[in-house]
């Protein structure tokens, strides 16, 4: 499976301001997702990421709240506009693999809003 | 109703004994079907898929799936304290997105 990194691992934010979370994966792929995962609860999908294309943002998620950015077939950006204290969560990308069937995950970006 | 249900736990099971983690579905044009492990702190890890009805195995791991029934489940044989995690199933259904459920927490005792 590809390697995924993520930049920052974990942040510490004011509400009102804005986070930038980077997805680096070490091979080109097709396919990269966005998900939240809140304190005790499972993964929501926020949005698919293709490059050279506007993100598919799901039901309840918006592109003013949530932009997202792929430059490259190996790079993503989500970020989290104008925080409160309910975007405290954890976000991670993934990737689809070879058989465009299976995800995996980055190590996610935990966020902390006060 | 929701559209992956798992129960939430904890399962607990004694080290050596099997573990049986079960999930339904709501979707019937469901494809594929997927366990992650994630343990506490982490990121899911993907650790079976399965497609076709049946039973798939790898290693200590076995998927079942049954269509018919909307059911999937991850049998765990001789488990290890190291297999205490969260384990979420999910499900790719239209538009090849995956739903996960909201987990079940396993507890391996010694």
């Known amino acids: 499976s590809a390697v995924i990194s993520q930049k920052p691992s974990r942040d510490i934010c004011q509400r009102g301001t804005s986070l930038t979370i980077q997805c680096q994966v070490d091979?080109?792929?097709?396919?990269m997702f966005w998900y939240r995962q809140q304190p005790g609860q499972s993964l929501t999908l926020i949005a698919t990421?293709?490059?050279?294309?506007?993100?598919?943002?799901e039901s309840g998620f918006v592109i003013d709240k949530f932009p997202i950015s792929r430059p490259n077939l190996t790079f993503s950006t989500l970020t989290v506009s104008n925080m409160s204290p309910e975007d405290s969560s954890i976000y991670l990308c993934?990737?689809?693999?070879?058989?465009?069937?299976?995800?995996?995950f980055g190590p996610g970006t935990r966020l902390l809003v006060l | 109703q929701k559209e992956v249900e798992q129960n939430s736990g904890p399962l607990s099971v004694p080290e050596g004994a099997i573990a049986s983690l079960n999930c339904t579905y709501s979707?019937?044009?469901?494809?594929?079907f997927f366990w992650y492990r994630q343990y506490s702190g982490k990121s899911p890890e993907l650790i079976m898929f399965?497609?076709?009805?049946g039973d798939k195995e790898d290693g200590r791991f076995t998927a079942q799936l049954n269509k018919a029934s909307q059911y999937v489940s991850l049998l765990i044989r001789d488990s290890q304290p190291s297999d205490s995690a969260t384990y979420l199933c999910?499900?790719?259904?239209?538009?090849?997105?995956?739903?996960f459920g909201t987990g079940t927490r396993l507890q391996v005792t010694l």
């Open positions: 993934s990737v689809e693999g070879w058989d465009l069937e299976t995800q995996y």
């Open positions: 091979s080109q792929v097709t396919m």
């Open positions: 990421a293709n490059q050279g294309s506007e993100a598919t943002y």
């Open positions: 979707d019937r044009g469901s494809q594929s």
């Open positions: 399965i497609y076709s009805n």
């Open positions: 999910a499900v790719t259904g239209t538009a090849s997105k995956l739903t």
